[in-house]
């Protein structure tokens, strides 16, 4: 019989590569959780997509047993999140059903940008922290420095560092011992009526909603009836159980236990993460603070490349929605391209990974809008509009401000590459806020515009410093900003799916290199077709793709037909004419594609 004194709750937080789902199967191994048999490399990345780019998206969680060299047998609770900037809200949440952290750091890379963001929020809720070096099997491995850097740039001290390497198991019996010995047991009274804390939530096709739940006070039975307090909804609890890592059924969870319930709720949304779980027969006046919503930053329009595949996008986003509740989603029409979704993201790998779900899980071709965050467009009437899609901006004259999201950005990398990351961020926009530096290593810290980010910063970054430097972020809020709108025409009609918010310095450079990738990209029609760009009623930029030209005056034999000549080419002229008013130009998909690479760039 387990007491609460014997249990641990920890999560494994680093950054992303530096070997947290490695270490979690070896702890799961040498605890016997799974056999020799079961064992497969990052035994809890579930889904192919985590296990082919080798990040973890989803925070999993394991019971284990172990037996410490004292010979007492203990409960040891992992959860094991995710290293990524866009996935941060799934630290934090995990970060509050536990008491301790293990923190990972590559012992051949160091201190990186999401190591520094993920162990303050671990400090931030008072967590007993670890330090564990891993990779000390690699001959680039330097114990000394990176101790030194976590002592400098985090202030953790490392005297009890473990040195480990997933990938051999070296050094994983000594963590366990820590964890024992360093890691709090958790404080709760199993006396007191039922208090719970939803950590996460999701849909299972054959039992509806699993809900992971953190017992604080008490204990969750079977056939129990709850209460959940945000929606002040009963229900009665059908399933009770734990991950070993594979489910397991158990009769009751007691305080200080983490596990999962079912109780037949279909609707993910019913099931909101940080909310509080009670006796409904013993209801509780005060909730536990849980954590703030996850809140889309970026938003982009989701097309099917064939109008016959919009029911089955739909569909695929509606089955995606039920796992992830961060994701949001509305039909929209665009007159270029037809039916479909503006949907909102964490940011842009969360963007990646849903549309490579969608085209991979669910067969369907997309085309995706250039990505843009929510601004706030203040009217002169004293409204405020929450606008997401450019194409849908207001007239400038009713409109007195507009302000963007900003972000404090955290930039680790080596000295040598400061001059043009910090160029890079002056380009952007950027006011530095910090310098400093443990051993050859720079930690800048910058504000920075969300729009100027949200595309291809971090890939910036890596190209330019050859992968070494390593970039986090955090939204601090909203600022006024000389925003325009740029709108593209092409014939003289709006283009909305080509539409983009920018800094008004950027427009006519953008403006100018939009117009010249389009000349490029649209195909010659029979008459002469403008391409410009335009803040509001005034054109910035413009081309021109020149139309075919047949050659009316080969039937004419010998000279002097001059007004035979010139009948034929006024009557061809007449042609064009009419054609450009009624002819529709094609905007071949390349063409989207093609802009989408230049907002790329800028």
């Known amino acids: 019989m387990s007491t609460i004194d014997n249990i641990r709750n920890f999560a494994i937080i680093a950054h992303i590569d530096h070997g947290k789902s490695t270490i979690a199967d070896r702890i799961i191994h040498k605890c016997g959780g799974l056999t020799e048999r079961e064992m497969k490399a990052q035994v809890l990345d579930s889904m192919d997509i985590e296990r082919e780019r080798g990040i973890t998206i989803k925070a999993q969680t394991v019971k284990l047993n172990y037996k410490a060299k004292s010979g007492k047998e203990y409960i040891l609770n992992i959860i094991d999140t995710p290293g990524h900037v866009d996935f941060s809200y799934e630290v934090s949440r995990s970060l509050y059903a536990c008491e301790g952290s293990i923190l990972i750091v590559d012992s051949t890379q160091g201190v990186e940008a999401q190591t520094l963001a993920n162990v303050y929020q671990a400090m931030d809720i008072n967590h007993e922290i670890i330090p564990v070096l891993n990779k000390i099997d690699l001959p680039a491995s330097d114990l000394e420095k990176t101790n030194k850097q976590i002592e400098d740039v985090i202030g953790i001290d490392t005297e009890d560092a473990v040195p480990c390497s997933g990938k051999t198991g070296e050094g994983i019996e000594e963590i366990l011992e820590q964890i024992i010995n360093k890691l709090p047991s958790p404080k709760g009274n199993l006396n007191e009526d039922l208090k719970c804390l939803l950590v996460d939530s999701w849909y299972d096709t054959y039992l509806g909603v699993v809900i992971l739940v953190r017992v604080i006070n008490g204990k969750i039975r079977k056939n129990m009836k709850v209460k959940m307090l945000s929606t002040n909804q009963d229900y009665v609890i059908e399933k009770v159980g734990i991950f070993t890592p594979k489910p397991k059924d158990i009769d009751e969870l007691k305080a200080g236990e983490i596990g999962f319930i079912t109780t037949g709720i279909k609707i993910l949304s019913e099931t909101k993460v940080g909310d509080t779980i009670c006796d409904s027969e013993k209801p509780l006046v005060e909730a536990l603070p849980g954590f703030k919503p996850s809140k889309p930053v970026v938003f982009c329009g989701l097309f099917p490349v064939d109008s016959s595949e919009y029911q089955k996008l739909k569909d695929g986003l509606a089955k995606l929605r039920l796992n992830d509740a961060s994701f949001s989603f509305e039909a929209e029409s665009s007159s270029a391209l037809g039916l479909g979704f503006r949907c909102g993201f964490l940011g842009l790998l969360h963007l990646e990974i849903i549309t490579e779900r969608l085209e991979r899980e669910f067969d369907v071709n997309l085309l995706t809008t250039t990505p843009g965050v929510v601004y706030k467009v203040h009217l002169n009437k004293g409204d405020i509009l929450d606008l997401q899609n450019p194409s849908s901006l207001p007239d400038p004259t009713l409109i007195k401000f507009i302000e963007e999201p900003w972000i404090k950005a955290t930039v680790i990398t080596p000295d040598q590459y400061l001059g043009s990351i910090i160029k890079l961020c002056q380009d952007k926009r950027g006011i530095q806020t910090n310098l400093s530096y443990s051993g050859n290593r720079a930690v800048l810290s910058y504000e920075l515009p969300l729009n100027e980010v949200v595309f291809d910063f971090n890939d910036r970054i890596k190209s330019m410093t050859s992968g070494y430097a390593s970039f986090d972020y955090e939204i601090v809020g909203y600022r006024e ?111 989207f594609i093609g802009v989408l690479k230049i907002n790329n760039k800028t």
Do not use: W, Y
Not at 485 to 497: F, M, Q, R, S
Not at 514 to 522: F, G, H, R
Not at 544 to 550: C, E, M, V
């Open 481 to 591: 900003g000389e925003l325009v709108k740029l709108g593209i025409l092409v014939n003289g009609e709006t283009v909305d799916a080509l539409a983009i918010m920018i800094h008004k310095d950027f427009a006519q450079r953008t403006g100018r290199e939009v117009c010249e990738k389009l000349k490029d990209l649209i195909p010659r029609h029979n008459f002469m077709i403008p391409i410009q760009a335009a803040i509001g009623g005034k054109i910035i930029a413009r081309e021109t793709i020149k139309g075919f030209k047949k050659d009316v005056l080969t039937k004419i034999h010998g000279g002097g037909a001059t007004d035979r000549k010139r009948k034929l080419l006024e009557k061809q002229k007449k042609g064009k004419a009419r054609s450009k008013q009624f002819g529709k130009v094609e905007i071949p998909q390349e063409a």
